[in-house]
């Protein structure tokens, strides 16, 4: 990876175990409701996309594969997708550590240049904002 490729760094404090948490990033249906419609299968090596209504210079689909694996602990994938400006080949990271309190949840979205600009602040502001609060209400309204 590039010395000038950026990182987005999201923590979320959680009121739910590892548990619960790791359900809303790996059951497909569960993770349609808070990110994209997707084939995602929790086995290093899966390729899976995520889909959603084009937008701009974006057809709507990002292109995954699984790399990292670990239950209720870690899960990494590729992140492919978009054109000019938003056309990125990126990772994303999950941690989870339980706390007292439930689950410190850690996102990193790495592999941003300095060409994707607009891509990084877009996925920033998406991450920390829209999607959080979706991701928390899956969680409140999960079994």
């Known amino acids: 990876m590039s010395e000038d490729a950026k990182t987005i760094v999201v923590e979320y404090d959680l009121p ?12 497909p249906a569960l993770l349609a409701t808070w ?57 994303v990271r999950w941690t989870l550590v339980p706390t007292p ?7 990193e979205h790495s592999g941003f240049l300095p060409i994707h600009a607009m891509a990084f602040e877009g996925m920033s502001n998406g991450w920390r904002g829209k999607l959080a609060r979706r991701l928390a209400e899956v969680l409140q309204e999960a079994a």
């Open 101 to 107: 309190r439930g689950t410190a949840l850690t996102l």
């Open 35 to 91: 990110l994209m419609p997707n084939d995602f299968s929790a086995k290093v090596g899966h390729r899976f996309t995520f889909k959603a209504a084009p937008i701009r210079d974006w057809d709507g689909t990002v292109r995954c594969e699984v790399l990292e694996v670990e239950p209720h602990q870690r899960l990494a994938y590729s992140w492919h997708g978009g054109v000019g400006d938003w056309a990125i080949d990126t990772v």
């Open 16 to 27: 739910h175990p590892p548990t619960k948490v790791w359900r809303a990033l790996t059951e």
